[in-house]
Every structure is written in C-alpha cells, then in structure tokens.
C-alpha cells in the first residue's frame, strides 16, 4: 500500500512537473519582454523572439556570443559586481537598468532583471534574465534632464522671484530679477510703489487672506494662487512671504514661484493616467494591476467582459472567487510567492466566465518599481488560450485520421509518379526531336549567311576590276606625259639647251607626276580596306573621293559629274562600303550612257538633312530604267548586261549594306529624261548647320 501511495505521488510530480514546464514554455516564448537562459559563464543558452527583436541578432547569433560581449562598456563593471553578489548569496535577485550594443550599431537601454536558478544541493545552476526595452524611456528622461539643465541656467542666480516691502505702507523697497520678469515690471516702476498699485493679484479676496494671515502668524509657505502680470496675463504662482526685520523696521520677504511647469506635469500626469485606463479598456487582452501586498486594484474592462462581474467585485481578492478550484491554490502561490521574491511570473489556469463556463487563460505579470527600488505593485496581462487549448486536442485528433490518409495517398501517388515518369520520357523524345530540328534550320542560316558573304566578295571583285580600269584610264596621261619628258632630254641635251634649271624643272613635273599615280594607288587600297566599326564620316568628302576614282572613266565618256550640297552632312556607318555603293551607282549609270546616246550625259549627286535623316538622290539622263524591270534590278544576279558585263550583284550588295549594315534604305524611280537613286541615312546629331556651296 506504501508503495501505491508513492507511485501516485510520483505520478502526480511528474504531471506538475510536464505542467510547470509547458507554462515555462509558453510564457518563455509568448512573453512580451526578453527572456533567457543564462550560463553561469555568460553566453546565451535559451532566448525568445522579443530578446532577438530587442537586441537586433538573430537567434543563432545571439547564441554565439556572451552577454558582456553585446554590453556597453562602461556598464560592464556595475553589472559584475551584482552578478557576484547573486553567485555569493547576497542578494536572490537584482534588477538594474544598462545599455547593451545592438547588432545595426547604436546602444539600446533596457531594464535587465536577473534571477539565479540553483540545483537541488544549493550550488548555482544558471541564470534566468528578464529584458525590458527602456530605450523610449530613457530618450525622455535625457530630454527632461536636458531641459532642467537649460532651466536652471536660465534662472541661476535667482530661480525665484523675490521682493522686499515695508510692512508698514506695503511699498516695494527690493526686487530680483526673476521677479522683473515674473511680473513684467521693471525695477525703477516697482521700487517705492505698494502691490496694491500693480494689481499684481488676480483676486483681491485672496490678496486680503494672504495678508491677514501673514500679520497673524508671520508666515505663509507655498501658497498656491493666479497671479497677474503687467500685461494682463495670468500665471500659476506659488506663494511664500514671511516677516523679516532690516535695519530696526519689518518688512515683508515675499517669494514667487512660476509653477507654471508643475501645474502642466500634473495635468500630464493627470492625462498619462486617463490615458492609460484607455488604452487598456481599448485593449482586447486582460490588463490589471494590483499593489505590493498582491490585492488587485485595477482591472480593464477585456476583464470585466470575461468575466462578467463589476469591477468592485474584481478588487481586492474579489478575482479569487473566478479561479476553478483545482487552480485556485496553485495560482495564489505562484502569484503571492512572486510578490515576497519581488520577480516576474507567468502562469496557466482556468477563470469563470460571465455564462458559467471556464476558460484557460495564460497570464504574464511583471513587479514595478519605485526609484527607491521599492515595490509599488505588478501589472499583467491575460490572453484567452482556450480555443488554442482546444485545437491542440483536435489537432491530435486529425494527426492520426492524417497518418491513414497519407498512406493512402502515397499509394495513389506511387501510380501518378509512374504516369508522370511516361510523360517525361514522352516529352524527353519530343525535345530530342526538336533539338535536330532546330540544328538543321541553324545550318541552314549559316549557308544563307555564307552565300551572302559570297555576294559581298562577288561584289567587291566586280568593283576591283573596275577599279584597275579606272586607274588605267587615269594613269594613261601620266604616263604618256613621262615617256615625252623622257624622250625631250636627249633632244635637248643634243641642241645644247640642257642646264640645269632645265633638268630641275622636268625633274619636279616627273615627281608631281608620280605623286598624282601614287596617291591613285592609295585611293584604290584605301577603298578596299573594310571597316569593322562604325564610324563617323563626311559624306561629301567620300562621295568626292569616290568619283575621283572614276574620274578617268567618266571622263573618257564625257559624263559630267556634279555635286550640289547645302551642308557638310556627317554620318555614322561604314565610309568605304558606302563608297562601294556609290560607285555600283555610277557604274550603272555610265554603262547606261554607253548604251543610250545622249547629247550632254550629266549624273547630278544632291545631298540634304531632312529631320533626323540625310538623303542622297544620284540623277542621270540616259533614258531611264524599263518599267518591267524597275522592281527587280535590286534582287541577286538580275542583270540586263551581257555574261561578260556583270555578275548581278552590285545593286543587291548595294541594298544589303545601306539597309543592314547602315540602317537607312536605297530605293530607285524613273524622273524625265533618266533614272533617280535615293540613299537615305540616319543624321548625325552633330552635323553641322547649312552651308552653302556646289561642286561640279
């Protein structure tokens, strides 16, 4: 039987002691302060959300440092020391306000109250520590100590008004400068005038008190009453007077203090304190407070709903009457057990509500201090966790119908993966399929690409060839004009004639001929040198250098060629491919006065800046281009010259490289008398403005 007995006092211990650590629990983490656990060493080993809010770390880095790691410097000192006196037995608990370093840089004020747990033979065990924020706090009491600081620099020598007056005729005789101010009245209109002549009281009758009672009993202290200034406005003043004697005669020592700030700070107060009962009637949780001996005195009106009573019957230890009777002993030792160790407590238990049923509340009270570090009372809140008490149950419940469903669905899921595994080869086939797909067409763009690359080459050895015969043609007078100089020489040095101001001068038209066939060759390499950036370039100057290097060919036709322009228009592309452009133009209009006899073969080149856009119109007179053919002389290999005359290719090279290469567009038309191509290119912003001028 004895042992049936400890069985169930075993049991029982262990469901209170499976009870007090899942109210540890929750209030550890529900708590509206920090909480943690401390080593006896310092470091961190439990810690709740709002300590990691409070503090800035995260909970995996504030458990890799020590608690005088994050503390301020200079608040390290005072902190050991209790911590000493803890360790030594000195005290069972302190409270103390410090400053620790948050993680983003700048310190944080809290209010650290820290208890030492102990084992069961005494020895320490770890620390608990409770974390308010006062930071807010803080910031106000440094502003009100700053503007007492500022105060009483202000009113150093004299805070207070003061004033002597004969007790006799009531006339002024001294005054401070503080009480100039008070006032209003300066020192020359107060001295030898009575306080009847000022009018300095609001009330007359209490003027008259003020004075009987000072004849009577030689003194008034802080008496306080409405005062009146020079200006009319009335102020808060505490009163003293009291009778001195100078020199053999009484006088009246009378003493004004503005009070103006207190009367404020007691409204304040007065509005703090509505405010609170506000806020917490506002509030959905239950808020109360009670004094230092535990009785309540007051409960927020969240309570008063709860539990459907008035708040006369809640005060005092009226609360007790709605604790169940199984919680009702465990809640009184908690709660007055924190009260006598003056520290925090968190408890769980079931309260009557206003219909008769119970609800589990979960309560969380903190002590309050006075400066004096006296216990004024506790505050603390109460949350309804009964519908969180009843989902637990439930949730039980559904976890073991959820085990049987997910083994029902991991069999069904076991079919899908084996349909999706399908699918997935399926589409795997289908991307390999797409794959060759997508090689062939590539293939096919890179010998698309390549047969244009054949074009431009086709195109630029067409050029070439025309090219060697314009050099031919222009080298054709300079060499003739070399082999007469030559032949001159031995006929002259035969007649006697050659000196030496003769050989200087055939000399210097040898070399300015070679110098003209030289800067030909040049012209000719330059043309062919491709550009592989943009570049800017003045379109006048290419489309001259270009018809330079026809000029013997048109020359020998008799083309006249003419340049008019009203700007030097400047363009951003690729000049020597623009001048193969130009000189696939002129070559086809050349041959066209070749097969079209005309009287005065003319080719008239116009370059304009329109908008954003420069334009180049190529006009020739020889006929025109059929009308037939007019769509198609753009396309590859189109030619209407002989296999001998042409590859086809020019003006489609032509196209490709304004179009795609340069961004503009080439297009052709028939005008009276001949044929126009228009070039139309993007403008350079920074062409410059008109000029006129022609070149033919």
């Not at 006339?171 to 306080?195: C, D, Q, W």
């Not at 216990?375 to 809140?381: E, K, P, Q």
Request: glycine residues 8%; negative net charge; aromatic residues 6%.
């Amino acid at each position: 039987m004895p042992d049936q007995q400890e069985t169930a006092k075993l049991q029982s211990l262990h469901a209170a002691l499976r009870s007090s650590e899942e109210l540890f629990h929750a209030i550890f983490n529900l708590a509206a302060v920090g909480m943690a656990q401390v080593s006896l060493e310092g470091s961190w080993q439990r810690i709740n959300q709002k300590l990691c809010d409070i503090l800035g770390y995260s909970s995996a880095e504030l458990l890799q440092l020590s608690i005088l790691e994050i503390s301020y410097p200079e608040d390290v000192a005072r902190h050991q020391v209790l911590i000493h006196r803890l360790l030594a037995g000195d005290i069972g608990t302190y409270a103390i306000e410090k400053r620790f370093l948050r993680k983003s840089g700048p310190t944080v004020w809290v209010n650290l109250t820290v208890s030492l747990v102990r084992n069961p033979d005494g020895t320490p065990k770890y620390f608990i520590a409770i974390v308010e924020d006062i930071e807010q706090r803080k910031q106000a009491e440094q502003q009100l100590r700053e503007s007492e600081e500022k105060f009483s620099k202000v009113f150093g020598l004299a805070p207070i008004g003061m004033t002597i007056s004969s007790l006799c005729d009531g006339k002024f005789v001294e005054i401070n400068e503080t009480g100039e101010r008070l006032s209003g009245y300066p020192r020359e209109e107060v001295i030898g005038r009575s306080s009847a002549q000022f009018n300095i009281w609001a009330s007359a009758e209490e003027r008259n008190q003020v004075i009987s009672e000072v004849l009577e009993k030689g003194v008034v202290r802080d008496r306080e009453m409405v005062m009146k200034d020079k200006g009319g406005h009335l102020f808060w003043g505490s009163f003293s007077a009291v009778v001195i004697e100078i020199r053999g005669e009484k006088h009246l020592l009378s003493l004004v203090s503005d009070i103006a700030e207190r009367k404020r700070a007691q409204e304040v107060l007065r509005e703090s304190e509505e405010r609170f009962r506000l806020l917490a009637d506002a509030a959905p949780v239950i808020i109360w407070e009670s004094g230092p001996d535990g009785r309540l005195t007051f409960l927020n009106r969240a309570g008063l709903e709860f539990t459907g009573r008035d708040l006369e019957q809640e005060l005092g230890d009226g609360w007790t009457q709605g604790v169940h009777p199984e919680d009702l002993e465990r809640c009184l030792e908690t709660f007055l057990g924190a009260v006598r160790a003056r520290t925090a407590f968190c408890m769980e238990y079931r309260l009557r509500r206003g219909d008769g049923s119970y609800g589990w509340l979960a309560e969380t009270a903190i002590p309050r201090f006075a400066l004096s570090r006296a216990l004024l009372g506790y505050i603390g809140t109460c949350i309804d966790i009964s519908e969180s008490k009843m989902i637990k149950e439930r949730l039980q419940q559904a976890n073991k119908i959820l085990e049987q469903r997910v083994a029902e669905r991991t069999s069904e899921l076991r079919l899908t993966v084996n349909t999706l595994q399908e699918e997935i080869d399926e589409r795997i086939r289908m991307g390999q399929a797409l794959e060759a797909e997508t090689s062939e067409r590539l293939n096919v763009q890179q010998e698309l690409r390549e047969k244009e690359l054949l074009l431009l080459q086709q195109s630029r050895l067409a050029a070439m060839g025309e090219m060697i015969s314009n050099i031919a043609h222009q080298w054709r007078q300079p060499l003739n004009l070399l082999g007469l100089l030559a032949q001159e020489l031995p006929v002259t040095y035969k007649s006697g004639k050659l000196d030496l101001e003769y050989v200087q001068h055939n000399v210097e038209k040898m070399l300015e001929t070679i110098r003209h066939m030289s800067q030909t060759i040049d012209d000719f390499r330059n043309f062919f040198r491709p550009y592989k950036e943009k570049v800017p370039f003045n379109m006048v100057e290419v489309i001259e250098k270009t018809i330079s290097l026809m000029e013997g060919s048109l020359t020998n036709q008799k083309i006249e060629t003419t340049i008019c322009h009203d700007c030097d228009a400047m363009v951003h592309g690729y000049p020597n491919e623009f001048s193969q452009v130009l000189l696939n133009i002129l070559i086809n209009a050349r041959d066209a006065f070749v097969e079209q006899v005309a009287a005065s073969p003319k080719i008239t080149i116009q370059i304009a800046v329109l908008g954003e856009r420069t334009v180049v119109t190529i006009t020739d007179n020889a006929g025109g281009i059929p009308e037939p053919i007019l769509d198609k002389i753009f396309d590859p290999y189109f030619t209407t010259k002989g296999p001998d005359k042409g590859t086809g290719v020019g003006l489609f090279m032509s196209k490709t490289i304004v179009e795609k290469s340069m961004c503009g567009s080439l297009t052709a038309r028939n005008v009276p008398g001949g044929a126009q191509f228009r070039i139309e290119l993007p403008a350079r912003p920074d062409s410059p403005g008109p000029q006129r001028g022609q070149h033919g």
